[in-house]
């Protein structure tokens, strides 16, 4: 949750207050406290072993270091429990124990002996490269399963880090699996999202559908996000952060488990989980099966039947998670994970002017000027401009070619309405990982991945002229009766204005290697390799010819067509049909140096990109006869160097700084433009400086934490692609390409935490940035209804702030 200074943080002081340290005395209860030994296979003591202490009921986490001499002290816990205790160290398996129930005033000894022989439980969080308290010099956040399963609900996973500086994510217009999240400033285009640390982000745009990953928050084991360029190698680095994502191991105890939600606008998603257990130490399986349906609660325009109608943001998705291990021995183990969600959802996209959602909220606003709303008419909060009624007795039939329920005509969603906007997608994702140790600290981690996608959205095309519009919300509203009856009316000519379908049918295979060595004095080496090459799909189909037989496509007709091709029929191929293919390839050496006073690391990574395009649309008119343009670029490279350090100064305190260089290779929509079949023959990589430095403060008991950070990144040639609505207001859309953009993002952040007993936590978090576009750009806007014209612009941006997140943010959160 997010707001200004004001009330609620009264609200919040008030709560500090309403619980004063005293009473932890005054109910007569003795803190209670943990102690033990953490030895090798040896007997020697480890010094530096991560000790985590979990509260099984509540989600209450402590912890400590151990010291040169093995020894481990934590103090100050609730009497009670039950408690888990886990010692880890990266390159160690990973020992615990569970159920400890602590006496009040009383001592627990725990000791632990870390071999390195098994491959270690926590081996998909090695992978990952998390960061670790009071060692990985960056800035991050962890939120355990405790907190997302009783703070996130039916959300999409994003909403979860909300009380997190620097952190803006938004559900948007409400759609299910429409949220995006922003980091410093930075878009999901810049902050890499992993899932088991494998990245998801599109390899064309670097975008990130959460509609493809609904279920996910059902499966998540914990969530971490680790703030600017992080400690994650990987061949695409992010400059905004990373997400990492890491789901829940194959359990070790059989069981099932079945969980029903529901909520407002018919809500309902059911959840069923079930787990083998583990047969003969070697093999295990478990799952999730998930359905979800609602109406969601945005309702269409009133101005057909004087009464709202249709469900912008209704939803019909299932989702599925499976794992499974098989410990082949004790020096090599593989784990399979498999996640998808085929979904079909109406959405609510367009933004509107705050006097359309409510007059009064507007007038209180000190920079409103009241004579606007003149020019629009009240709506409501739950109120949508991408879905209206039609009659029930318009029977068209609407069309896909892929996605969710396969190929071909189908009856529309709802017959009382249509949606202007609807997604519909898949996109499963199995990774193969296999651990091996071979000895004298030497281990190797692979990940062979595969990740499909097929489906599309949904959206008007055709001249406008041929359609009809309501404005007076100040926002185009379609009006389907009147379309309808339009394209009727125009009969032999056959319809003026449609529905079309804009297809994404992907491929992509990836292989992801690490090979770590781990040395005598807490130093450790890693080389990796990171392969992905994807195919995808694209194309443009008539779904609804609202109201006509046919469709004739004078826009942008293929160069292929013969004689009478340019009548479309429902599913017919329109705009365009092209394939794209991206292969990358990234390798990295690593080293770093840790002990109980510290650590630092340093990294150097290379990558190299190429980029395919064919188009099966347009002749190439430097080929003689009909042959498909083909253009592709070679190969383009990148690197980056960054490196970082920490400080213990204290048990309590650690100081860090990092940084970084980064020469991006830019992504495909920066070197060739698929609409326009045009090369960008000298694309420009995009380059990264980057500092920033913090401080992290955990009081001996853990019941007090407190973060702060600074940060300065420079971002130069940056390639920014944008849709726009009506941009010469003539019901034209199109699309913005920027090339060349430079910004600076700077800023503060803090984050701090209280929790004074089991039940009760309170957190809060701040950050203020300053970013801003350093100089002006020519970029380039193509209209949908041109073909393959292209328009030339110069945009005056210098000096402007970076918009869609907030520079100043204040949050809290108070947990019961």
Same mark, same amino acid.
Do not use: C
């Given at each position: 949750?997010?707001?200004?200074?004001?009330?609620?943080?009264?609200?919040?002081?008030?709560?500090?207050?309403?619980?004063?340290?005293?009473?932890?005395?005054?109910?007569?209860?003795?803190?209670?406290?943990?102690?033990?030994?953490?030895?090798?296979?040896?007997?020697?003591?480890?010094?530096?072993?991560?000790?985590?202490?979990?509260?099984?009921?509540?989600?209450?986490?402590?912890?400590?270091?151990?010291?040169?001499?093995?020894?481990?002290?934590?103090?100050?816990?609730?009497?009670?429990?039950?408690?888990?205790?886990?010692?880890?160290?990266?390159?160690?398996?990973?020992?615990?124990?569970?159920?400890?129930?602590?006496?009040?005033?009383?001592?627990?000894?725990?000791?632990?002996?870390?071999?390195?022989?098994?491959?270690?439980?926590?081996?998909?969080?090695?992978?990952?490269?998390?960061?670790?308290?009071?060692?990985?010099?960056?800035?991050?956040?962890?939120?355990?399963?405790?907190?997302?399963?009783?703070?996130?609900?039916?959300?999409?996973?994003?909403?979860?880090?909300?009380?997190?500086?620097?952190?803006?994510?938004?559900?948007?217009?409400?759609?299910?699996?429409?949220?995006?999240?922003?980091?410093?400033?930075?878009?999901?285009?810049?902050?890499?999202?992993?899932?088991?640390?494998?990245?998801?982000?599109?390899?064309?745009?670097?975008?990130?559908?959460?509609?493809?990953?609904?279920?996910?928050?059902?499966?998540?084991?914990?969530?971490?996000?680790?703030?600017?360029?992080?400690?994650?190698?990987?061949?695409?680095?992010?400059?905004?952060?990373?997400?990492?994502?890491?789901?829940?191991?194959?359990?070790?105890?059989?069981?099932?488990?079945?969980?029903?939600?529901?909520?407002?606008?018919?809500?309902?998603?059911?959840?069923?989980?079930?787990?083998?257990?583990?047969?003969?130490?070697?093999?295990?399986?478990?799952?999730?099966?998930?359905?979800?349906?609602?109406?969601?609660?945005?309702?269409?325009?009133?101005?057909?039947?004087?009464?709202?109608?249709?469900?912008?943001?209704?939803?019909?998705?299932?989702?599925?998670?499976?794992?499974?291990?098989?410990?082949?021995?004790?020096?090599?183990?593989?784990?399979?994970?498999?996640?998808?969600?085929?979904?079909?959802?109406?959405?609510?996209?367009?933004?509107?002017?705050?006097?359309?959602?409510?007059?009064?909220?507007?007038?209180?606003?000190?920079?409103?000027?009241?004579?606007?709303?003149?020019?629009?008419?009240?709506?409501?909060?739950?109120?949508? !401009?991408? %879905? *209206?009624?039609?009659?029930? +007795? @318009?029977? &068209?039939?609407?069309? $896909?070619? =892929?996605?969710? /329920?396969?190929?071909?005509?189908?009856?529309?969603?709802?017959?009382?309405?249509?949606?202007?906007?609807?997604?519909?997608?898949?996109? !499963?994702? %199995? *990774?193969?990982?296999?651990? +091996? @140790?071979? &000895?004298?600290?030497? $281990?190797? =981690?692979?990940? /062979?991945?595969?990740?499909?996608?097929?489906?599309?959205?949904?959206?008007?095309?055709?001249?406008?002229?041929?359609?009809?519009?309501?404005?007076?919300?100040?926002?185009?509203?379609?009006?389907?009766? &009147?379309?309808?009856?339009?394209?009727?009316?125009? /009969?032999?000519?056959?319809?003026?204005?449609?529905?079309?379908?804009?297809?994404?049918?992907?491929?992509?295979?990836?292989?992801?290697?690490?090979?770590?060595?781990?040395?005598?004095?807490?130093?450790?080496?890693?080389?990796?390799?990171?392969?992905?090459?994807?195919?995808?799909?694209?194309?443009?189909?008539?779904?609804?010819?609202?109201?006509?037989?046919?469709?004739?496509?004078?826009?942008?007709?293929?160069?292929?067509?013969?004689?009478?091709?340019?009548?479309?029929?429902?599913?017919?191929?329109?705009?365009?049909?092209?394939?794209?293919?991206?292969?990358?390839?990234?390798?990295?050496?690593?080293?770093?140096?840790?002990?109980?006073?510290?650590?630092?690391?340093?990294?150097?990574?290379?990558?190299?990109?190429?980029?395919?395009?064919?188009?099966?649309?347009?002749?190439?008119?430097?080929?003689?006869?009909?042959?498909?343009?083909?253009?592709?670029?070679?190969?383009?490279?990148?690197?980056?160097?960054?490196?970082?350090?920490?400080?213990?100064?204290?048990?309590?305190?650690?100081?860090?700084?990092?940084?970084?260089?980064?020469?991006?290779?830019?992504?495909?929509?920066?070197?060739?433009?698929?609409?326009?079949?045009?090369?960008?023959?000298?694309?420009?990589?995009?380059?990264?400086?980057?500092?920033?430095?913090?401080?992290?403060?955990?009081?001996?008991?853990?019941?007090?934490?407190?973060?702060?950070?600074?940060?300065?990144?420079?971002?130069?040639?940056?390639?920014?692609?944008?849709?726009?609505?009506?941009?010469?207001?003539?019901?034209?859309?199109?699309?913005?390409?920027?090339?060349?953009?430079?910004?600076?993002?700077?800023?503060?952040?803090?984050?701090?935490?209280?929790?004074?007993?089991?039940?009760?936590?309170?957190?809060?978090?701040?950050?203020?940035?300053?970013?801003?576009?350093?100089?002006?750009?020519?970029?380039?806007?193509?209209?949908?209804?041109?073909?393959?014209?292209?328009?030339?612009?110069?945009?005056?941006?210098?000096?402007?702030?970076?918009?869609?997140?907030?520079?100043?943010?204040?949050?809290?959160?108070?947990?019961?």
């Amino acid at each position: 949750m997010r707001t200004r200074f004001g009330s609620r943080w009264v609200v919040a002081a008030a709560l500090f207050l309403a619980f004063p340290l005293s009473e932890l005395a005054a109910q007569g209860v003795e803190p209670a406290r943990i102690t033990g030994e953490v030895t090798d296979e040896t007997g020697s003591p480890m010094s530096g072993v991560q000790v985590v202490i979990v509260n099984q009921a509540t989600g209450f986490q402590s912890g400590a270091l151990t010291q040169a001499n093995g020894r481990f002290l934590v103090m100050g816990l609730r009497a009670g429990g039950p408690y888990r205790i886990e010692a880890r160290m990266i390159g160690y398996g990973l020992e615990a124990v569970d159920d400890v129930i602590l006496e009040a005033g009383g001592t627990f000894e725990a000791n632990f002996s870390l071999g390195t022989e098994a491959i270690a439980l926590d081996a998909l969080e090695v992978f990952s490269t998390r960061a670790i308290e009071r060692k990985t010099p960056v800035a991050y956040t962890d939120v355990p399963k405790v907190q997302i399963q009783n703070q996130l609900g039916s959300r999409d996973l994003p909403m979860i880090l909300n009380v997190t500086p620097s952190v803006y994510a938004t559900q948007q217009g409400g759609g299910a699996g429409d949220a995006r999240i922003n980091v410093r400033g930075f878009n999901q285009r810049n902050t890499a999202i992993m899932i088991n640390g494998v990245p998801v982000n599109d390899m064309e745009n670097g975008w990130v559908y959460w509609s493809n990953w609904d279920g996910l928050g059902d499966a998540a084991r914990s969530v971490q996000l680790q703030r600017g360029l992080s400690a994650v190698n990987l061949a695409t680095p992010s400059i905004g952060g990373t997400m990492n994502i890491i789901t829940d191991a194959t359990a070790m105890a059989p069981g099932v488990g079945w969980k029903q939600e529901f909520g407002s606008g018919n809500f309902l998603k059911e959840t069923f989980s079930f787990a083998t257990g583990e047969f003969k130490n070697k093999f295990a399986f478990s799952g999730a099966i998930v359905r979800k349906t609602g109406d969601g609660i945005y309702n269409g325009g009133r101005f057909s039947t004087n009464a709202f109608g249709g469900d912008a943001a209704w939803t019909d998705a299932w989702a599925y998670y499976f794992a499974g291990s098989f410990q082949i021995n004790p020096k090599n183990r593989v784990e399979l994970y498999a996640v998808g969600a085929p979904q079909r959802h109406g959405q609510n996209l367009y933004k509107l002017n705050i006097g359309t959602l409510s007059h009064d909220f507007a007038r209180s606003l000190e920079s409103y000027d009241p004579e606007a709303l003149e020019d629009y008419e009240e709506a409501g909060t739950e109120w949508s !401009p991408n %879905v *209206n009624r039609v009659s029930p +007795s @318009y029977r &068209g039939k609407q069309f $896909t070619s =892929s996605g969710p /329920g396969g190929s071909g005509s189908f009856t529309r969603h709802a017959q009382n309405f249509i949606n202007e906007r609807e997604n519909y997608f898949h996109k !499963p994702q %199995v *990774n193969l990982n296999w651990y +091996s @140790y071979f &000895g004298n600290n030497l $281990t190797l =981690s692979t990940v /062979g991945y595969y990740s499909g996608g097929n489906g599309g959205g949904t959206g008007t095309y055709g001249s406008s002229r041929n359609a009809s519009w309501n404005y007076q919300y100040g926002q185009r509203v379609p009006d389907w009766y &009147g379309t309808i009856e339009k394209n009727i009316d125009r /009969g032999s000519d056959g319809s003026g204005y449609i529905l079309r379908n804009s297809v994404n049918n992907q491929r992509t295979l990836g292989l992801i290697s690490k090979l770590r060595k781990d040395f005598e004095g807490g130093v450790t080496a890693e080389v990796g390799v990171d392969w992905r090459t994807a195919t995808i799909d694209h194309y443009r189909e008539v779904r609804d010819l609202l109201g006509g037989e046919f469709y004739v496509e004078t826009f942008d007709p293929s160069d292929f067509w013969g004689a009478g091709d340019e009548v479309r029929r429902l599913g017919d191929k329109i705009d365009y049909d092209n394939t794209n293919t991206v292969d990358w390839l990234g390798a990295y050496v690593q080293a770093e140096r840790s002990n109980q006073n510290g650590s630092i690391y340093g990294m150097l990574g290379w990558a190299q990109n190429q980029y395919d395009f064919t188009d099966f649309w347009q002749d190439d008119p430097d080929q003689a006869g009909l042959q498909n343009l083909h253009l592709n670029t070679g190969n383009i490279n990148g690197y980056q160097i960054k490196g970082g350090a920490s400080r213990n100064v204290t048990d309590e305190i650690t100081l860090f700084v990092n940084g970084g260089l980064v020469s991006k290779v830019p992504i495909f929509d920066g070197v060739i433009d698929d609409r326009a079949g045009v090369l960008n023959a000298d694309p420009k990589n995009e380059k990264f400086k980057s500092f920033e430095g913090g401080m992290a403060y955990r009081s001996q008991d853990r019941a007090i934490s407190f973060d702060a950070s600074f940060y300065y990144t420079k971002w130069e040639d940056r390639t920014r692609n944008l849709f726009v609505r009506n941009l010469a207001g003539d019901n034209v859309d199109g699309l913005v390409n920027l090339l060349g953009l430079d910004a600076r993002h700077m800023g503060v952040e803090f984050l701090a935490a209280y929790q004074p007993f089991d039940y009760i936590r309170l957190d809060a978090a701040a950050s203020f940035g300053n970013w801003e576009y350093l100089n002006d750009v020519t970029g380039t806007y193509k209209p949908d209804e041109a073909g393959n014209e292209t328009e030339t612009y110069e945009f005056y941006i210098e000096g402007l702030k970076v918009a869609d997140a907030p520079q100043s943010q204040l949050a809290y959160a108070v947990s019961y």
